[in-house]
Nanobody, 124 residues
């Protein structure tokens, strides 16, 4: 079993930056990739970014390309999401997810473990 614990959310203004962290506890070595998803009120959960633990593969949603950067530190069993130039439309609960199998994917059904989420609020 893998437990994911997110941190780093908060309330910021448009144009500010935040860094989210996701600590992977338990059998973290059994997972292949980490990802971030987000869900805004009244909307479906959407893919943000994904990365393999070795950093060989990365994937981003078009809405965040050039603004967000995903990274993964295998020694610390932690994945990060650096979010720059934040916009009000980035406001959502951000979820960390882990996938046991290659390749990295943007579909939530492909992910086996999920964190509880951390709120990111961006005001205009």
């Amino acid at each position: 079993q893998v437990e994911l614990v997110e941190s780093g959310g908060g309330s910021v203004q448009a144009g500010d930056s935040l860094r989210l962290s996701c600590l992977s506890k338990g059998r973290a070595g059994s997972t292949y990739a980490m990802a971030w998803f987000r869900q805004a009120p009244g909307k479906e959960r959407e893919f943000v970014a994904a990365i393999s633990w070795g950093g060989y593969s990365e994937l981003y949603a078009d809405a965040v390309k050039g603004r967000f950067t995903i990274s993964a530190d295998k020694i610390k069993s932690t994945a990060y999401l650096q979010m720059n130039s934040l916009k009000p439309e980035d406001t959502a609960v951000y979820y960390c997810a882990a996938d046991q199998w290659a390749p990295i994917d943007d579909g939530p059904a492909e992910y086996d473990f999920w964190g509880q989420g951390t709120q990111v609020s961006v005001s205009a």
